[in-house]
């Protein structure tokens, strides 16, 4: 109840009880006013500590903000910090480390948890989550990868520039010339963290280099760094930004020429410094071993296991989770075979999948518009007949685009960027059409379903959308959470019909299902039981139909990213066991819409908080009954 509502209610029950001037008011009566406002002198109590904190968690997200030039142009801020790229020194590494111990000893010290609204005390939960979580990976710093095929610095410089960076003034772009300029520094912080990985016995895999290098030379090509007419990339980035101005010629050529010269001058000698470093360690990195090979590399795996799942299972335990959602969705698949007509085994049926032209698009450019408007026109068809089954949508709109070929060769077959907070960028479903035979027909619906809508981008802009939460939580992740809502919303789009008629279709969904599965198997496999990257190539292959070119790039994602491939079943089935508790609970009463509601209108968050706010969410419900 509201404190007007309350100051209301006392008001009347004064009246009530007082009746003429002359007579004193009743004992029942009295007891209500008494019991009302001491329901107010609490309720007073909590809203001042819930004040408290929602200002404690604004001081810490606007202190972060402001220390994050990166995060400060992601969310549309300028500031005199606009040209600068965030400090990846390790000093800072330290610096941040003792600040978040810090934190949360304010957390706990200076704060009633029951004194707490329930809303309050979600932000707290998660708030405290995340802290615990990070401070207590903070030692495995080193171990993981400064530098990979999927997380490469040499990659992000340009992607941030491109997308992120906005020119809407001189200063704008005088602001990008001068993060051009910053790169040396930017690079040489990089090259540091891959030396102290290396100094405790910690070298990416072999396997990282082929894919990761040229992401970087691919940036010193073209003008200004060759005598050619081929603007680089970055440079007709700029170029094509600063003439968008409409400044006057000399203006705009002197621009230009400063670009020109930071791209040749310390741009050129960061990536050159970068190269040089993966380079030399292309030279002593002697094997393509899980994380397993590394120093304590048993217990680093296991902190990474908990890190992406949120939950407490052991390694052993998933790879056996994983073998039977493997046998169960062959089961599935075995009867779509059989329903098509296929007189092969399923070994036999994968093969014809990934070989069958009519299972791929032309590998053209044609091929290619083809499909971008294929995939377009199946989340147009998502967007209109969602409000059947979510009352929370976003507002932000959804693009289908092709990966930009430059960052191609690095890049996994699909992903999802969040929208901008000022409306200047739509939420994209980026889809990697560098071979067109990497990229099957039968699972384009999953994926659209899974990165766009009502996957990601529902997850995503929703969260970023949410009004009346600490600014924090709208920008939070938790793998297992978005992933798993992701993996979730490809089985609900069976569940609603979409595959209906469409068993190719379906059976690709059921692919897309099978490669969550099978990362259990082979994400514990290789980190934890040893297993060759051939040995993962040879599981996936025999229990997929995805395409040879595909299953290699998932296996060396899964090689340099340990863990992560395993949020999105765990998070699935998390979700599922909810939705499952919750129908029994509410029988008739099961509302599939406010379920959706339930896991979406609070954003990002851990799997064992989300399974609190369902139960509670529940007993609510069993209460109103």
């Not at 009880?17 to 009743?26: K, Q, R, V």
């Not at 590399?297 to 990474?304: L, P, V």
């Not at 998502?382 to 959804?398: E, K, Q, R």
Request: hydrophobic fraction near 40%; include cysteine; charged fraction near 25%.
């Amino acid at each position: 109840m509201s404190r007007i509502l309350l100051l209301l209610a006392l008001a009347s029950l004064f009246l009530v009880a007082c009746g003429p001037a002359d007579e004193p008011a009743a004992p029942a009566a009295e007891a209500e006013v008494a019991e009302a406002a001491e329901t107010l002198t609490t309720e007073s109590e909590t809203e001042s500590e819930d004040e408290r904190l929602a200002a404690f968690f604004e001081e810490i997200f606007e202190r972060n903000v402001a220390e994050s030039p990166m995060f400060q142009a992601h969310l549309g801020i300028k500031t005199e910090d606009y040209g600068k790229w965030d400090d990846e020194s390790e000093a800072r590494a330290q610096e941040l480390h003792a600040r978040s111990q810090a934190d949360l000893e304010r957390l706990h010290s200076e704060f009633d948890f029951e004194a707490l609204s329930a809303d309050s005390q979600l932000s707290y939960l998660i708030f405290e989550y995340e802290l615990e979580r990070d401070l207590g990976m903070f030692q495995w710093r080193h171990h993981g990868y400064a530098v990979s095929q999927m997380r490469n610095i040499a990659g992000t410089v340009p992607t941030f520039l491109q997308n992120v960076h906005k020119v809407d003034t001189r200063e704008d772009a005088e602001a990008y010339i001068s993060r051009l300029e910053g790169v040396e520094t930017l690079m040489a912080q990089y090259v540091q963290q891959l030396r102290d990985s290396e100094a405790i016995g910690v070298v990416p895999p072999m396997m990282v280099y082929p894919r990761a290098l040229p992401a970087a030379t691919n940036m010193l090509t073209g003008a200004p760094f060759e005598e050619t007419a081929e603007d680089a990339v970055l440079l007709a980035d700029f170029r094509a930004k600063v003439e968008a101005l409409e400044l006057d010629e000399e203006e705009t050529e002197i621009l230009v020429n400063d670009a020109a010269n930071a791209l040749s001058g310390p741009f050129r000698r960061g990536y050159e410094a970068l190269i040089a470093e993966l380079t030399r360690l292309q030279e002593i990195a002697d094997d393509n071993n899980g994380v397993w090979d590394l120093p304590n590399g048993a217990e680093y795996y296991a902190a990474m296991a908990n890190y992406a799942t949120t939950v407490n299972r052991s390694p052993e335990e998933i790879h056996e989770l994983g073998l039977a959602e493997v046998a169960r969705i062959r089961a599935e698949m075995e009867a779509i075979r059989e329903a098509v007509g296929f007189e092969g085994d399923l070994a036999a049926f994968f093969e014809y999948v990934r070989t069958s032209p009519d299972n791929y698009y032309p590998n053209t450019d044609e091929g290619r518009a083809e499909y971008l408007a294929d995939a377009t026109a199946l989340i147009d068809h998502v967007m209109t007949i969602a409000p059947d089954y979510f009352n929370v949508m976003p507002s932000a709109p959804l693009e289908v685009r092709r990966v930009e070929p430059w960052r191609e060769a690095g890049s996994s077959t699909a992903f999802y960027n969040r929208p901008s907070l000022d409306g200047s960028r739509p939420g994209i479903f980026y889809v990697n059409l560098q071979d067109m035979n990497a990229v099957q027909k039968h699972i384009m619906n999953s994926l659209a379903y899974h990165e766009g809508a009502p996957g990601h981008h529902f997850q995503l802009a929703i969260q970023q959308e949410l009004t009346g939460v600490p600014n924090f939580r709208k920008f939070g992740h938790y793998s297992a959470y978005s992933e798993g809502w992701a993996l979730y919303t490809e089985l609900f789009a069976k569940e609603i019909g979409l595959y209906e008629g469409l068993p190719m279709r379906d059976f690709g969904r059921l692919s897309e299902e099978m490669k969550r599965a099978v990362r259990l198997v082979v994400d514990t496999g290789m980190h934890s039981k040893q297993w060759s990257r051939e040995q993962c190539i040879e599981y996936m292959t025999a229990n997929t139909p995805m395409a040879p070119a595909d299953i290699e790039r998932q296996i060396e994602r899964y090689f340099v990213i340990p863990g992560q491939a395993l949020s999105y079943k765990i998070g699935m089935l998390t979700i599922l066991d909810l939705r499952e508790r919750a129908r029994e609970a509410l029988g008739e009463n099961f509302d599939l819409a406010a379920f959706h509601d339930q896991i979406l209108k609070n954003g990002s968050m851990p799997m064992a908080v989300l399974e609190r706010v369902i139960g509670d969410w529940l007993t609510e419900q069993q209460l109103d009954d």
